[in-house]
């Protein structure tokens, strides 16, 4: 790794090796974020593909010691202050690194940050970045609502007649479920025009039963990302910017959000949306906006990507609740009303849970954004008893989350499965901060779980 890619120094600080720990925010939603020990390195993509779907793309990843996008919080273990190294400004992220020499670790950077110091331990550090870095924005703090989601049961196969059962069910059930969303399944994607896929049915009916039940209407979409091998792909290679992973059954590649035709396209299918009657949009793969590569105005991709969601949060006005997903963290902060602060509670093919619990660690780790930067959305409970980790995922996401979702077909749930379900919904989501003994309970929990 060169000497620019390292960054500059920073700091040195004197640490207890046995009992010092760092804590190293991912780039994005799906990223890594936890609590290591001083002398641990951190974990790093296996393939490309991961680079660029769970780290920082165009970033190289440290080989020894640990890395954080934006933020990085030493606490020495020695009784001294813990120390935070973040960002103060959500257009600029810089590279931090940190590496145990002897007993005192060393801090690089390649961008510009704020050095405090906290006599309250590493927690405390975080809660006050959290204070300081949404003090210069305007945060918004609309309630989380109550919401089931299509995913998790009937994944890209969802119907119009799945979802019209889902209100049935609730109502049934007299669940107090707030947003009923649709998730990915309901438009063949932003590539091929925000259109309803014939597969699907009828989305205009669906958003009306959905708000004639006196709830609201959800919807999932990818804004910011394309295949490479659909329409706009090919009629509009200006438009895209690089390389941006794998899905679909095709590689992906980001928008250039400052292109003026992404950008009339981009308003012209939300205020299709908001027109329907759709007023809870769950916005996923939204680091393909930042992805490295030459853009329309010559900015770079963090400066694009925020431009993008301002431009989003412009068109769809202030009532419209964003959900940022696979979202480039501290660059979203003050344009989203709830964030997923953790990977998706599983993936096609892991439904009976034998894949474990992938979003425990930086659900755990985050918890001090929670009330501060946005609302935490841990993803879905599951509590289905096919799922063998329901009970211990629906456990952590009502303990570390602040956004209550569930993503089950309702007539598929036994007593324990409802009964979870109405406690997850009972006490509605929360937009207020942790106490710090949550935050304490996290970090440990995170440390354990990345040790795993």
């Known amino acids: 790794m060169s000497a620019p890619e390292q960054g500059r120094p920073v700091d ?45 793309p165009g970033t190289s990843v440290a080989r020894r010691g640990v890395q954080g996008e934006g933020l990085l919080v030493v606490d020495p273990g020695t009784g001294a202050p813990a120390r935070c190294y973040g960002s103060s400004d959500p257009t600029a992220v810089p590279t931090l690194r940190a590496h145990l020499e002897g ?13 405090t110091e906290h006599a309250g331990g590493g ?33 890209e196969e969802v119907t119009d007649d799945d979802v019209l059962e889902a209100v049935r069910d609730l109502d049934v059930h007299d669940l107090p479920v707030d947003v009923v969303q649709v998730d990915d ?60 992973g794998r899905n679909w059954g095709q590689a992906l590649r980001g928008l250039d959000l400052t292109h003026p035709g992404v950008r009339d396209r981009l308003a012209e299918a939300l205020q299709g949306l908001v027109a329907m009657g759709v007023d809870y949009l769950k916005l996923d793969f939204l680091y393909a906006g930042a ?56 993936h096609e093919g892991g439904e009976d849970g034998s894949t474990g619990l992938r979003g425990l660690m930086p659900l755990a780790a985050r918890a001090w954004q929670q009330g501060r930067l946005w609302v ?30 569930f993503s089950d077909r309702v007539g598929e749930l036994d007593d324990w499965g409802l009964d979870a379900v109405r406690g997850l919904l009972a006490g509605g989501g929360t937009a207020e901060p942790f106490a710090p003994d949550v935050l304490r309970a996290g970090a440990a929990l995170a440390r354990t779980e990345g040790e795993r």
């Open 103 to 115: 007993d005192t670790l060393l801090v690089r950077a390649t961008g510009a940050v704020q050095t």
């Open 12 to 56: 040195e600080v004197r640490v207890d090796v046995a009992a010092g720990r760092v804590y190293a925010e991912g780039w994005q939603s799906w990223s890594p974020a936890t609590w290591y020990a001083v002398g641990a390195t951190g974990r790093a993509p296996a393939e490309e593909w991961e680079h660029q779907m769970r780290f920082r």
């Open 185 to 244: 399944g309901w438009s063949p994607g932003l590539g091929e025009g925000l259109v309803v896929s014939d597969r699907f049915g009828s989305l205009p009916a669906v958003v009306d039963a959905i708000r004639s039940s006196g709830r609201r209407a959800g919807i999932w979409l990818a804004p910011f990302a394309v295949g490479a091998e659909t329409t706009i792909a090919r009629e509009h290679p200006d438009w895209l910017v690089g390389e941006a």
């Open 376 to 405: 935490n959305d841990p993803d879905c409970v599951v509590a289905r008893p096919s799922y063998s980790q329901r009970e211990t995922w629906a456990g952590a996401a009502r303990t570390y989350g602040g956004l209550p979702s």
């Open 291 to 346: 992805v490295p590569g030459p853009r329309h105005s010559g900015v770079d991709g963090v400066a694009a990507y925020r431009s993008g969601l301002e431009l989003v949060r412009e068109v769809v006005g202030p009532d419209v609740q964003l959900v940022g997903c696979g979202a480039p963290l501290l660059p979203s902060v003050g344009l989203v009303d709830a964030m997923r602060v953790s990977p998706d509670t599983f």
């Open 123 to 155: 927690e405390a550090a975080l809660a006050a970045y959290g204070d300081s870095l949404a003090a210069g924005v305007v945060r918004r703090t609309l309630p989380p609502p109550r919401v089931w989601c299509s995913w998790y049961r009937f994944f």
